[in-house]
Every structure is written in structure tokens, then in C-alpha cells.
């Protein structure tokens, strides 16, 4: 399961603060400025890539940030961008080390 969260700079100190927790780290997530991903959003995106219990107890540790979960066609055009640039350093390396 993948979700992905929009909040703006104003919040990056606490966004990144709340990131450091060993459930994050262990769980994974990417973050991304919103120009990177293709969007005219100013702000970056957090991705979240791991179980159904893993996004929530996500979602429940990051209530009080007050981010905003995509959904609808804007959260289908940004995962995708998520999942491509995996791929892509999935395959570097795949050259790097085949």
C-alpha cells in the first residue's frame, strides 16, 4: 500500500522531525520537493510505501502535522512518479552490479 502526503515548507522542520522516529526509518518513505515530481505545488511530498497497518499507525503518528493526503487523479499522477524513480535506481543499480 502507498500513500502520499503534501504539506508545505513552513512545516519541513516538524515533518522531518516526526521522520526520525525508527518506524519511519524502518518502514521507508521518500520525500520530494513537489517541482521534482511534476507538480505546480510549492512544498514537498512524503511517500509512504508499506502495509495497511504500517500507513496508519503513519497517518496516526503524523496527525497533529496536519498534512494532506493526495487522492483522486493527483495522487495516481505522483505515486506514479514515486514508483518510476524507484525503478529507474532499481535498474542503475541493477547495471552497476549485473
Known sequence: MESVY???????KDVLAILEDDFFKRTG?????CKLMGSQ???SFLYIKGSPEDIDRAEKM???????KLEGEE???????FVA???????GMGMIFG
Open 41 to 43: 505545488r510549492k512544498g
Open 62 to 68: 503524523m496527525a497533529g502535522l496536519k498534512l494532506l
Open 85 to 91: 524513480e524507484e525503478e529507474s535506481a532499481a535498474s
Open 75 to 81: 495522487n495516481t499522477k505522483i505515486t506514479a512518479a
Open 6 to 12: 503534501y504539506y508545505e515548507d513552513t512545516k519541513n
Open 29 to 33: 518513505y521518500t520525500v520530494r520537493e
